[in-house]
């Protein structure tokens, strides 16, 4: 079953490009988007039509990303997460990836959901919820540059950078 | 002080200054024990 690992990279690529894809859509876009469109009170059709979708393939992109990098870690799935002799590096881009993970689920989902009225919550509350996601976004977006680097250069490509 | 996530500018500088604190930390203190 030499392809199996294989399989799991290519999932692992394309879950991540998916979920890493609309994190940065989400900073780079959407956000200043938003801004732009209460201004002129066409920020409706984002958040009625295109944040709903974009949420749901943003968090469970994140979840099938996480999932196929466990199986492609495979054995050595403990070495990496304690950050053991040659996992190590590979270990801080999945401890990254899961912190990112949580923050998905527990920050920015519950937090979204608020903000675009599918839960009830107060314009107070509201404006808490609004700080918390963008912050575990731009939170995100920041773990997301040392994470890239150390999936790229964690395992297969350590000796390029002197891991 | 402001908060470096609250621009998109200063969020790249805080994960490039995140990544080169974490590649000296494997390198010399995990890879190099």
Known sequence: MDFLPGIARWAHLVAGITWIGLLYYFNLVQMPALKDAGADGTAAGITKHVAPRALFWFRWAAVATWVAGAWLLGKGFVDAFLLRDAYAAIGVGAWLGTIMLFNVWVLIWPNQQKILGMKPASDAEKAIARRVAMLASRTNMMLSIPMIFFMANGLSHRAIVGL | ?33
């Open chain 2, 1 to 33: 002080m402001k908060n470096p996530l609250d621009s998109i500018s200063g969020t790249v500088v805080a994960g490039l200054v995140l990544t080169l604190a974490l590649y000296l930390i494997v390198k010399h203190v995990l890879v190099g024990a």
